[in-house]
């Protein structure tokens, strides 16, 4: 299946500054943070955000759990996922779905235990019950790169990431898309407006300090309405 085609909209309505990563090198420009509670996930977990690629040579992670959770663009395109299952082995599996390089669109990952599916702009383009029903903590978290792995960054353009610690549905993650996250299970929400301050500051309610992400080198932080 390919991601559908109808344009994506990443600006949320009516928000006065709502600014997006733009990052081409990854690998010296990216931001993270040690291993927290708020990043960790087992049995279920919703991961989203919103991307606008513009390249990919070979591995591209958005976000990822050091030995714990990666997401990631290959070097054709297509989405794949990796997680850490509890006899401590992972391996890549990539899927059908392919991302459309420099333009935004609305990538949600949601696993049910064993259940893992993929919604691009609120249309589900993928399913497994291939997935490890439940997953070890891992260790430091990141966005635009993995700390494990630094040459497996993104190249593009990045927004409104969130963590839920709960299988969000299809309509929840439709009537969120274009606004401000809020809701039961959010543990970490970025809507990286601070790109520019040297840190990203975790928007999820009582969210520890602890989860704001420190910024290595630059993230080119740019108003999304560009």
């Known amino acids: 299946l390919l ?9 949320p309505g009516g928000e006065p500054v709502d600014f997006s990563t733009n990052v081409s090198d990854p690998l010296n420009n990216h931001a993270w943070a040690p291993d927290n509670a708020s990043f960790r996930v087992s049995s279920t977990a919703t991961w ?16 990822g759990k050091s030995s714990g959770y ?3 663009i290959n070097s054709t395109g297509n989405f794949g996922w990796a997680l850490r299952w509890p006899n401590d082995t992972w391996f890549w599996t990539d899927t059908p779905a ?14 049910n235990s064993s259940n893992l599916k993929l919604f691009v702009d609120g249309e ?22 993995r700390r494990d792995w630094t040459g ?16 969000r549905t299809q309509q929840q993650i439709r009537e969120q898309m274009h606004t401000r996250a809020s809701g039961t299970g959010l543990q970490v929400y970025y ?19 602890a989860t704001n992400l420190r910024v290595i080198g630059d993230l080119g932080g740019t108003d999304v309405k560009q």
């Not at 991601?3 to 600006?11: G, K």
């Not at 989203?48 to 976000?63: D, K, L």
């Not at 392919?98 to 696993?111: D, E, L």
Request: hydrophobic share 40%.
């Open 70 to 72: 990666v997401f990631r």
């Open 98 to 111: 392919r991302a459309r390089y420099n333009t935004w669109q609305h990538v949600a990952w949601v696993k």
């Open 191 to 209: 809507d990286f407006n601070d790109v520019g301050s040297g840190s990203l500051e975790n928007q999820a309610p009582g969210a520890s300090a």
């Open 152 to 167: 497996e960054g993104f190249v593009g353009r990045m927004d409104e990431f969130r963590l839920w610690g709960v299988a």
């Open 3 to 11: 991601a559908p085609e109808p344009p994506a909209r990443a600006v």
């Open 124 to 145: 589900q383009v993928y399913e497994t019950n291939a997935a490890p029903a439940t997953m070890l903590p891992g260790g430091e978290f990141s966005v635009q790169n």
């Open 48 to 63: 989203e955000a919103w991307i606008n690629p513009s390249s990919c040579a070979a591995s591209c992670t958005f976000v």
